[in-house]
C-alpha cells in the first residue's frame, strides 16, 4: 500500500502498425450515442484472444446487468492501439442506466488473469456492496463470479470501476459510467455521456510484450517513484533499455511523472477518432462529465451559453448562465452541464491548457446539416474556471458552519519521504496506519481538509456518503449548497466539509489520484456499532487501494 505504483497507464502503447488489425465498426466510443431514447439489453461476451479488438460500448438498462471483466486491445489514436482490460470488452464498459428506486443485480464475472471487483463510485449502497477487497468482499478470482444487488435510491451521474489494486487497473480501462434517472425523467432532449481519461502512449515502453494484457511478472508494488512534483513533471522516467518485460522493478527510482500520460482521451478515443455530438437547433442538451483518469481536465463548451446543474450527481439551486468559462473536472468528480442548442453549426466541447495532450481530448456538437470546420480549438487560451463556491443560489441546507457537531476531524493532506520512499499522509502516517474516523449512526460529522502538499493536488473521496461543501479557505459558500463526494483541493486549500453518518459500514476515504492513495492516502470511516459478516481470505490477494 504504501509503494508508489506506475499506473498501467502503461495502457503502454502497442502500435500494431503494418498489421492493421483495426476491424471496421468494432472500435468504438459513446460520444456520438444519443442515451435518452436507448435501451439495449444484453452483453456481448468478450474474446479470449490476445489480438481481440474491442467492441463500441452499449447502454444497459433493466433490473439484471451482466459484466465480464476480460482482455482486449483498443485502438485509442489513429494507428495507436493499447492493451486493455474491458468490461465487455469494451473501454469504457457499457453505460449502465436504470430508474431511481429500482433494486439491480449485476452479475460480474471475471475472466482475467488477476483478481478484480466493482466499486459503485458515489452510489451510496450498502457497505457489503462497496466492492473493496479485503475491506468488504474478497476480490473476485480468474474464473469466478460475483453478484452486487441494491437498490438506487439518489439520481444522478455516477460511475463504476474496479478497486482492486486500483491504480493499475483503472488504468488498463475497467470503468464504465453507471446513471440514475430520477423518476420525473430528465427533461432533455440529448443525454450525452464523456468519461475523460490519460493514457501512456509513447516512450521506451512500447517494447514491452503485454499480449494479452498479462504483465503479470512484472512487480510494480515495490517501485519507488522520488518526486511528488505536480502533475506538469517533467522528470525522466529513466528506461532506455526499451524492454521491461520479465524485469524486477523492486529497486527502480522513478519520478511522480504524470506528463508520462501523453495521450488524453473521450470515451477511450482520441482526436480524429472521438464521435460527434449531434444535435438538432432547438435542443436541450445534457453533458454529463465524468473523470476516470489521474489528472484533472478544463472543459470549455464552444458557440454556447451553458449552466452546471449538477456535481457529482447532486443538483446545483438555480445554476447561472455561464459563457467561455472552463469547467475543471479532477478525478473522480463528475459535472452535468446543459446547454440549448441555438447556435447552428460545429461547435468543439475541449480540454484547455498547455500540454499538447489536450487537443486529443475535443468533441464536436455538430448540428445537423451544418458545415464542418465551423469552429477553431482554442485549448492553449486561459479561461476563467467555474468558482462552485459562489455558484448558483443560497437555499435552506442540511449543515452550517456554526452547528454542534458529533464529531469534528482534521485530516492534513502532506507529500512526504519516509524510509527514501515518496509517500502520501494523513496527519503524517500512511494507510494501514491513518487513524479512522469512528462514528455511531446518526452522528453528525465536520471534517477541515487541509492539503499541505506543494505541488499536488488531492481530489479526496469518501465512500458510502455524500457531504455538504461549507467553506473554502476559511470564507463560506455563497451560492448553492454543494453535495459531493469527491473534492479536489489544490496546494494551499482548506476545504471544511460536513455530513451525516446514515450508511452503516467501513468505509474508505481516499484521494482519488490513486498513485497517491496507493502510496498511503487512504483512511476509513467505521462505524463502531456496525458488525459485518464478511471473512477476509489470507489466500485472495485482496488489495484495496
Not at 106 to 120: A, C, G, Y
Not at 409 to 437: D, R, S
Not at 452 to 461: A, G, Q
Request: charge should be negative; aromatic fraction near 6%.
Amino acid at each position: 500500500m504504501k509503494a508508489m505504483k506506475t499506473g498501467w497507464k502503461l495502457k503502454s502503447m502497442i502500435i500494431i502498425g503494418g498489421l492493421s488489425i483495426i476491424l471496421a465498426g468494432c472500435t468504438g466510443s459513446m460520444n456520438g450515442m444519443d442515451h435518452s431514447k436507448m435501451n439495449m439489453e444484453g452483453t456481448k461476451e468478450s474474446p479470449k484472444a490476445s489480438d481481440a479488438q474491442t467492441v463500441k460500448p452499449t447502454v444497459l438498462t433493466g433490473k439484471e446487468i451482466n459484466l465480464t471483466a476480460s482482455v482486449s486491445n483498443q485502438e485509442i489514436a489513429p494507428g495507436k492501439t493499447l492493451p486493455v482490460w474491458t468490461f465487455n470488452n469494451s473501454v469504457p464498459g457499457p453505460q449502465i442506466r436504470v430508474n431511481q428506486g429500482e433494486t439491480i443485480k449485476v452479475n460480474l464475472k471475471n475472466q482475467l488473469p488477476e483478481p478484480v471487483t466493482i466499486h459503485w463510485h458515489g452510489v451510496p449502497v450498502p457497505n457489503a456492496m462497496d466492492g473493496i477487497p479485503g475491506i468488504t468482499q474478497n476480490a473476485v478470482q480468474p474464473g469466478q463470479s460475483f453478484t452486487y444487488e441494491f437498490k438506487a435510491d439518489v439520481p444522478g451521474t455516477y460511475w463504476y470501476h474496479s478497486h482492486q489494486d486500483s491504480v493499475n487497473q483503472l488504468d488498463r480501462g475497467l470503468y464504465g459510467s453507471f446513471i440514475v434517472e430520477p423518476k420525473e425523467g430528465t427533461g432533455v432532449d440529448r443525454d450525452y455521456t464523456l468519461v475523460l481519461d490519460e493514457w501512456m502512449s509513447s516512450g521506451e515502453m512500447a517494447g514491452m510484450n503485454m499480449s494479452g494484457g498479462n504483465m503479470s511478472e512484472m512487480d510494480h508494488s515495490k517501485m519507488n517513484m522520488g518526486s511528488s512534483d505536480s502533475k506538469d513533471n517533467k522528470s525522466s522516467m529513466n528506461m532506455s533499455d526499451g524492454n521491461m518485460s520479465g524485469m524486477d522493478h523492486s529497486t527502480m527510482n522513478m519520478g511522480h511523472d504524470m506528463s508520462m500520460y501523453d495521450l488524453y482521451t473521450i470515451n477511450g478515443k482520441s482526436g480524429s477518432l472521438v464521435d460527434q455530438l449531434p444535435v438538432k437547433q432547438g435542443d436541450k442538451v445534457r453533458i454529463r462529465l465524468i473523470n476516470a483518469g489521474y489528472l484533472s481536465h478544463q472543459i470549455h463548451v464552444h458557440g454556447h451559453e451553458f449552466k452546471v446543474i449538477a456535481t457529482d450527481g447532486q443538483p446545483v439551486n438555480n445554476p447561472g448562465i455561464l459563457k467561455d468559462n472552463i469547467v475543471r473536472v479532477a478525478p473522480g468528480e463528475r459535472y452535468d452541464i446543459e446547454f440549448v442548442a441555438n447556435n447552428p453549426g460545429q461547435w468543439l466541447i475541449e480540454d484547455h491548457g498547455d500540454k499538447a495532450a489536450v487537443k486529443g481530448m475535443k468533441a464536436i456538437i455538430a448540428y445537423e446539416g451544418a458545415p464542418a470546420g465551423s469552429d477553431k480549438a482554442n485549448e492553449t487560451e486561459k479561461l476563467t474556471a467555474v468558482d462552485m463556491s459562489r455558484y448558483g443560489q443560497a437555499s435552506k441546507a442540511n449543515f452550517t458552519l456554526d452547528q454542534k457537531y458529533t464529531l469534528e476531524y482534521t485530516m492534513n493532506l502532506n507529500t512526504e519521504m519516509k524510509n527514501g520512499e515518496m509517500v502520501y499522509t494523513i496527519n503524517g502516517k500512511t494507510f494501514p496506519e491513518t487513524e479512522p474516523i469512528n462514528v455511531k449512526k446518526g452522528d453528525t460529522v465536520k471534517v477541515r481538509l487541509v492539503n499541505n502538499s506543494k505541488t499536488d493536488d488531492h481530489p479526496m473521496h469518501l465512500h458510502g456518503h455524500f457531504f455538504q461543501v461549507l467553506s473554502k479557505n476559511g470564507k463560506p459558500l455563497e451560492g448553492s449548497p454543494i453535495i459531493k463526494d469527491t473534492l479536489n483541493l489544490k496546494p494551499g486549500e482548506e476545504y471544511v466539509v460536513a455530513f451525516e453518518a446514515d450508511n452503516e459500514g467501513n468505509w474508505m476515504f481516499h484521494c482519488h489520484d490513486l498513485h497517491h492513495a496507493s502510496a498511503g492516502m487512504v483512511t476509513e470511516l467505521k462505524y463502531t456499532d456496525y458488525k459485518s459478516n464478511f471473512v477476509a481470505d489470507p489466500n485472495a490477494g485482496n488489495k484495496p487501494e
